[in-house]
């Protein structure tokens, strides 16, 4: 098993072009998502996916569209880059999983993360 | 104010130390918690759960506290191969946005 696959793995852009990076997993996971990562900042959802022909914004969705292709994929598509998308970016899977902790059911979900994007717009 | 607050550190102690992470959330609503570890250009990788009660995995202990909002990873006997940064991370019951907090770097030295 491949897990969560990115490509491409680095990325230069000029202001204005268009690019869309890939996901692919391989888990048979209902949700996908995918992040960007600052330094200082932490993790920021961009966009998910709950399951195949579901998708919805995160936190930081402007600038952003994507597209649930089928269930493992998951594509991420800047149409106009800027330079304040120059980040990580993260694609992420996930199948959620329940069970009892202190008497309470608890719902957890383990995200599993592709490798990252680096990409840098000048 | 972010929504998940650690300090960044970094922290760097010596082999065999034990060193605590904490870690606030302002979401009273949140309902998982969870601290990933992340390698330097690396992607994050789940390190455990934090279950209401607590919970121990080996050298690690996660601590919640609903009332103070408050998360605490605790690791004993420090290895070189603990060096990371460490993620903070919550969740909203049934809702697949995940908040992260910002990490908190550890190196641990020989």
Redesign the interface.
Known sequence: NAGVTQTPKFQVLKTGQSMTLQCAQDMNHNSMYWYRQDPGMGLRLIYYSASEGTTDKGEVPNGYNVSRLNKREFSLRLESAAPSQTSVYFCASSEATAGLAGGLLQSYNEQFFGPGTRLTVL | R?E?EQD?GPFNVPEGATVAFNCTYSNSAS??F?WYRQDCR?????LM?V???G?EDGRFTAQLNRASQYISLLIRDSKLSDSATY?CVV?L??N????????TRLTVKP
Request: proline share 7%.
């Open positions: 972010k998940v960044p309902q998982s969870f690396k992607e994050p990788k789940l759960s279950y209401s009660s919970n993620l969740r019951y049934n697949n946005d995940m908040r992260f907090g910002a990490g």
